[in-house]
């Protein structure tokens, strides 16, 4: 990564205006990384602005108090995206994943970076940031800004970076969780990150209604393959009855998990066009390649795929068939 953290920094150096944005319903690696990203390049005299499509996700609003980051509206950010020096894809690496900025940025003049840690990268930047042996954007990113400057982990960085880093180990628990992640947790909570505030704003401030759509989903689980698969669902019907939406669902795969015995968890959501499949695994187990047959990636254990125009009986049917083929 030297060689790419040379040549960032050099775009950094040549350019004055920068556009940062991610993925389609971002979680907290990829909210915290779009933040600490675009205050340190603000502390450094840069004009940032960060456009998602999606809407800012109610648990990470707490990490930007500012208002920092908007949602795409083609009519008052287009112009912003085509006149940037820089474009920055945070935690993607697929445009297609970016919506409805998609074209903007691929018909941008402005030079296009990406910093991820995912898996089968597409090509459209001119550079790659992209380790996917990290454990989170956060941490590739925790790197960089050091390699930057020294002094620029502000607190002001390192509690976005933290919250980022925290949620994509499952709060330290996943495999790629190590030594080395733990002493740059240590200091990034030296510099004035919360650990106990920052899991409650995030894990415990939800609804009593999601909880109410966490009973539903779960009392869809079911088993397959002598026990080595569980799947559950979740309808728009679940939906209109506790009052909830997409977001609210942030995390119930990893329920499929904890029952004993199972190598491969599946979750489908029925979207009002198509359907969402969410995939985890357990060890050696390639989710991704099987999120891939379903025109979806991700990381080795974890993974997902929008279907459109799909139902999600069939795609659950068809998910769970093919699940016994990744089996150990």
């Known amino acids: 990564m030297q060689k790419a953290f040379e040549q960032f ?3 950094v150096e040549q350019n004055h205006k920068f556009v940062l944005t991610t993925h389609v319903n971002p979680d907290p690696d990829a909210i915290g990384s779009e ?3 675009a205050r ?4 450094h005299g840069k004009i940032v602005a960060v456009f998602n499509h999606s809407p800012m996700p109610a648990t990470c609003a ?4 500012a208002g920092i980051i908007e949602q795409f509206d083609p009519e008052q950010h287009a112009n912003m995206i085509l006149d940037a020096d820089a474009i920055i894809v945070l935690d993607a690496n697929q445009p297609d994943r970016l919506q409805s900025l998609k074209p903007y940025i691929l018909n941008s003049r402005a030079i296009k ?17 992209v380790d996917d042996a990290t454990a989170a954007t956060g941490e590739i990113l925790y790197d960089l800004l050091l390699f930057l400057d020294k002094d620029g982990l502000t607190q002001e960085v390192a509690v976005p970076l933290y919250a980022a880093i925290m949620a994509d180990t499952g709060s330290f628990r996943f495999p790629k969780t190590d030594a080395t ?3 740059i947790i240590a200091n990034l909570i030296e510099r004035g990150a919360n650990p106990a505030e920052t899991y409650q704003r995030i894990y415990e401030q939800g609804t009593a209604n999601r909880l109410q759509l966490l009973g539903y989903a779960l009392s869809t689980l079911q088993l397959a393959h002598g026990g080595k698969v569980a799947h559950m669902i979740v309808t728009q019907e679940m939906f209109k009855r506790t009052g909830t939406t ?8 990893n329920y499929t998990l904890t029952v004993a015995g199972v190598q491969i968890g599946l979750m489908v959501t029925e979207l009002h066009e198509g359907v969402k499949v969410s995939f985890r695994s357990r060890g050696d187990i390639a989710i991704n ?3 891939q047959e379903f025109g979806g990636n991700g990381h080795v254990n974890a993974a997902g795929a929008r279907i459109p125009a799909a139902r999600l009986d069939s795609i659950l049917s068809r998910v769970v068939a093919r699940s016994a083929e990744y089996l150990s």
């Open 9 to 11: 920094r050099l775009l």
């Open 113 to 129: 970076a990406c910093i991820d840690h995912h898996l089968d990268k597409l090509p459209f930047a001119d550079l790659y940031l």
């Open 40 to 43: 340190y390049l603000t502390s």
């Open 246 to 253: 997409e977001e609210d669902i942030e995390n119930f795969i």
């Open 181 to 183: 992640l733990h002493r």
């Open 35 to 37: 933040l600490a990203l």
């Open 62 to 65: 707490f990490l930007d108090p």
């Open 289 to 291: 390649k099987l999120a």
